[in-house]
């Protein structure tokens, strides 16, 4: 698996350069499909998310969709409407199994994230209700660029490079 870049816009565009080694020969290698979720009510959809290739360190590079978690299927949009929504309940298990997630990293992303998006409660529930007052989707790809941390676990190989 190459490294997964989040996109600060709503189209993927091509990294400018290589994430990995600064190179800035970067070519276009495929892309995989992938499910999402992108608001509640609708039906999880295939979305195509595209890779690239660097041409000297040969490291590939995928652009995550803005919204778009790694790894995991609703999205940034649905979770700030319904994380700790109880009565949600097409998404119920998938919602307590991604509170929990939340709830176990939130101590390490307390520490990490220092005063990046304001002086945040220490308890999980008011942390997140403090930043899903801003843009989500948004504050990840930020978040990542200034703590390494993303808002649902640490990704080693994730960034928010610049795009096109
Ligand atoms: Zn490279």
Redesign the pocket.
Known sequence: MGVQILSRLGVCRRPL???????DR?HGHGSYDRWVVWAIGLKSELVEVPRYR??????TMSVLPYGILAYRLLSLMVLRESLYDQEEQRWRDLLRAYRRGWEKWYAKLWRGIGNVFGRLPREAYGGWEQLRELDLAGVNPELVDQTGLSLFGRYRIHTAARTF
Do not use: A, D
Not at 17 to 23: A, I, K, S
Not at 54 to 59: H, I, T, Y
């Open positions: 350069v290589c994430v990995v080694c600064g190179c970067i660097c041409v000297r360190c040969e490291r």
